[in-house]
């Protein structure tokens, strides 16, 4: 009777591949998250100034979370471009300064300190050119914090992946290899965790930020053109006091089986769950009135293209 031999071991080649496709997916689940929640929250915070601006809560609109992202995606071009450009130079540079501080200590620490040093002259030189428009400080503040962190994190990596490797020039004067400076490592597992974490809220801190300054400028060029906004006309069964209203015209009606009253001169702003969120032709920031008109009987709601 012959016994079971010990199992076999999986083929070397079958344990690498299921290790990659594991490794890239947790890699690219974790990439896609942080962009769905950068999203998320970057469509939150402008909606949100959106609203604040022209006088209502963007709790009102009830909005979902598709809705934050949807919004957030046409404001986000140009960032995210610059992102994608900035990390394609990068994966370029990388291996080329890696082989350039290989072969020079003197180039090598150069390069590594003028990285390091950027947590501090990126902030300070982003105030100094920032003074002569410091209402863009609000934005360049968590911008320059998070490209100087970047940048010194970068140099800190930099100095690790190349202290052991031989020097070529300088053998002279500078440490030998085998001292403490040379062994001296800036980067480990630790750190990249502790690192990230600090970058994930800079970007957050970012584009809260940048989304904000997004709603604001996009509510102040609703007011400016409200002349090509589609326009509105309501017409009641009951007086909805909107005649005290700048630029709301209303007219009373007296024949019986009609409606009574019918207001002209609103702009639609927005329409969710319902509301139609609607100001008055005149509109000022002194004077943010906005009307919530819920969809019921006895209204009837006319729209008008310019």
Known sequence: MSTPGPPQPAPRGSVSIRSFVL???AAVAAQVSLLAALLFYFGWKRNQAFAD???YAESQLNSSAQRYVLSSIPALFDPLLIAVGVALVWRIADPVLVGLCTDSRRFRGRLCLGLVSCVATVPLGTWAFLRLSPGWWELGLP???????LLACWGGALWSRTHESPDSDDTSGGDDEG???SRWVLWSASTSLYVLGLVVVLLFWTAGTFAEIQGRGAAENLVANLGQRVSVTVFSDKNLRLDGLPGVRPTTFRTPGAYRFRYEGLKLVAYSDGKLFLIPSGWTYDHPDVIVLPEQSGIRVEYVYP
């Not at 911008?143 to 962190?149: D, E, K, Q, W």
Request: proline residues 6%; charged residues 0%; neutral net charge.
């Open 53 to 55: 601006y022209l006088g």
């Open 179 to 181: 001292s403490p400076a």
């Open 143 to 149: 911008a320059s914090l998070t490209v100087g962190i």
């Open 23 to 25: 490794q890239a997916g």
